[in-house]
Structure formats: C-alpha cells, structure tokens
C-alpha cells in the first residue's frame, strides 16, 4: 500500500478510535431538565447549556444559541410535560414526555487533525498559531494521545457555542487539516423540534410565535448503540391556541404510517444536519 494511502487509513481509524473513546455510548446522561447548569465567568469557569438551549443551538443552526427560541422551546416543552395524556390515548403507549433532548454531538469537544510538520509542532508544545483562539473559547485541555496520527481532542470550558463554528475557526488555521464536531457514538430517545416556517421558510425569529411548531418525542430501545431497534413515537404541535397532542407510532407495531409522519419523518432528518 502507498504510504500515503496508509497514512490517510491510519486517520482515518484513529478519527474512529478517538471519536468512540471520547463520546458518550449513545445519549447516557441526557441534560437536566429545564434547570440551568451554567456557571457565568471567566475562562477557567465551565459555561454550559440547558436543555432548551441546546435545542436552540441546533435549530438555530447560530454560534450561539437565540435566547427568544430557547424561552420558546422551553415553554412549549414544558406545558407538553404537563399535560396528562392518559384520556386522550385511546390506543398506542401513554406519551413519554420525560424523554430530554441531546445534541448529536459533544458539547465543548472538537478533533482536530494537523499536517506531520504541524503534528510534531503540537506534540512539541511549540505550536502557537492556535493560541488566540484557545484563549477565545476557554479551552480547559488538549488530549495528544493520538498526535501519532496526526489528530487531537480539544475541550472548552465554554460549552455554550456551536462546535461546528468553533471547528469552522480552527480549520483556517496553517497546519490544520481537519477541524470537526466530536459525535455521539450509537443513538438514544430523543425529542426531534421541527418548525416549519423557520427551518424551512427563514421566518424571523421575531414572528416566531405565531408559527406552528412540532415535536417529535422518540423512545429508543433495544440496542441503541446500532441505532435502537425499537422505537415509539410521539407528536405534538404548538401555537399560539396551545398544545395538542397528534398521535402515536410504533414501526415494528403497525405497517401503515400515520398522516403526521411526513412532518415527524422531516424533523428527524432535520436533527442529522445539526
């Protein structure tokens, strides 16, 4: 094999290996729900996000997350927990609405892949291109257990923007070859946030609460680290009359695909582009 056919494999594994080693099996752990878990300050403080903010970071597909669509999300998702559901599901499983969204990737964590030249730099501690930047987004620590290959795992106390922005940062960096969210290994429940007129229409933020907005509430079981091969799914929508709850799906269950499923089928194929 051409030696920089093997190198570019290597990457490629090690991409794998570190990937895998630092993400989560699935979504374990989720978020809190609706309380905050941010700590304001300086660089040495961890700055995180709530669930609604998280949510917000991803539709929102900004550095950081729209303060009014995360209120929105926030209040949506909690009248949604509120309810009682038990008269109105005349058949199919009872809504889990205690399932909490998570970001198909790491908060706070990107890998970053160098040229040789720029691999021995950092392995070195002689590389200082990337120091205004390590400074702009608090970065706690810098795993080089694989600057073998020419790759690193970066964390930021300042979990509150966008991965892939900072990704998008380092990648314009001299001797950097690769800048990337760090993701999820497997899949978990979820909830799946769909607006049409926003995700679809670019309707301003300011006219966000007169659209209507969909929830998708999926349980995920068997095993998940495949991409669960069970699922049930629920859909709610929002607007400004309030909440309703539209119905109930299991695939393994019923052959024929609710009317709704268009929308759900969008919002999840939506949550792959975050």
Same mark, same amino acid.
């Given at each position: 094999?051409?030696?920089?056919?093997?190198?570019?494999?290597?990457?490629?594994?090690?991409?794998?290996?570190?990937?895998?080693?630092?993400?989560?099996?699935?979504?374990?752990?989720?978020?809190?729900?609706?309380?905050?878990?941010?700590?304001?300050?300086?660089?040495?403080?961890?700055?995180?996000?709530?669930?609604?903010?998280?949510?917000?970071?991803?539709?929102?597909?900004?550095?950081?997350?729209?303060?009014?669509?995360?209120?929105?999300?926030?209040?949506?998702?909690?009248?949604?927990?509120?309810?009682?559901?038990?008269?109105?599901?005349?058949?199919?499983?009872?809504?889990?609405?205690?399932?909490?969204?998570?970001?198909?990737? &790491?908060?706070?964590?990107?890998?970053?892949?160098?040229?040789?030249?720029?691999?021995?730099?950092?392995?070195?501690?002689?590389?200082?291109?990337?120091?205004?930047?390590?400074?702009?987004?608090?970065?706690?620590?810098?795993?080089?257990?694989?600057?073998?290959?020419?790759?690193?795992?970066?964390?930021?106390?300042?979990?509150?923007?966008?991965?892939?922005?900072?990704?998008?940062?380092?990648?314009?960096?001299?001797?950097?070859?690769?800048?990337?969210?760090?993701?999820?290994?497997?899949?978990?429940?979820?909830?799946?946030?769909?607006?049409?007129?926003?995700?679809?229409?670019?309707?301003?933020?300011?006219?966000?609460?007169?659209?209507?907005?969909?929830?998708?509430?999926?349980?995920?079981?068997?095993?998940?680290?495949?991409?669960?091969?069970?699922?049930?799914?629920?859909?709610?929508?929002?607007?400004?009359?309030?909440? &309703?709850?539209?119905?109930?799906?299991?695939?393994?269950?019923?052959?024929?695909?609710?009317?709704?499923?268009?929308?759900?089928?969008?919002?999840?194929?939506?949550?792959?582009?975050?």
């Amino acid at each position: 094999m051409p030696y920089n056919s093997y190198r570019a494999l290597n990457f490629i594994l090690a991409a794998f290996i570190i990937a895998f080693a630092f993400s989560a099996i699935g979504c374990a752990g989720g978020t809190e729900v609706g309380n905050p878990v941010s700590v304001p300050g300086g660089g040495e403080d961890i700055v995180e996000l709530t669930e609604f903010e998280l949510m917000a970071l991803c539709v929102s597909s900004q550095p950081t997350p729209p303060a009014e669509l995360a209120d929105l999300f926030e209040d949506d998702i909690t009248n949604i927990r509120s309810q009682s559901y038990e008269e109105m599901t005349a058949s199919g499983l009872i809504p889990d609405t205690s399932i909490t969204f998570t970001p198909p990737w &790491k908060p706070g964590k990107i890998i970053v892949g160098f040229d040789d030249f720029t691999a021995e730099l950092v392995a070195a501690g002689q590389y200082h291109i990337w120091d205004d930047l390590n400074s702009r987004f608090y970065l706690k620590e810098i795993d080089l257990s694989s600057i073998d290959y020419g790759l690193a795992l970066l964390e930021f106390n300042n979990k509150s923007i966008h991965p892939g922005y900072i990704a998008e940062q380092y990648q314009t960096l001299f001797g950097i070859n690769y800048a990337e969210k760090v993701s999820y290994v497997g899949d978990c429940s979820n909830i799946y946030p769909y607006i049409p007129e926003y995700n679809e229409s670019g309707i301003s933020l300011g006219n966000i609460n007169d659209s209507i907005r969909y929830y998708v509430f999926r349980k995920g079981d068997g095993d998940c680290q495949s991409g669960c091969t069970i699922n049930d799914y629920w859909l709610f929508s929002a607007d400004a009359d309030g909440i &309703k709850y539209m119905g109930y799906y299991n695939p393994d269950e019923s052959p024929e695909k609710p009317d709704w499923w268009g929308i759900a089928q969008k919002a999840i194929n939506l949550y792959r582009t975050y």
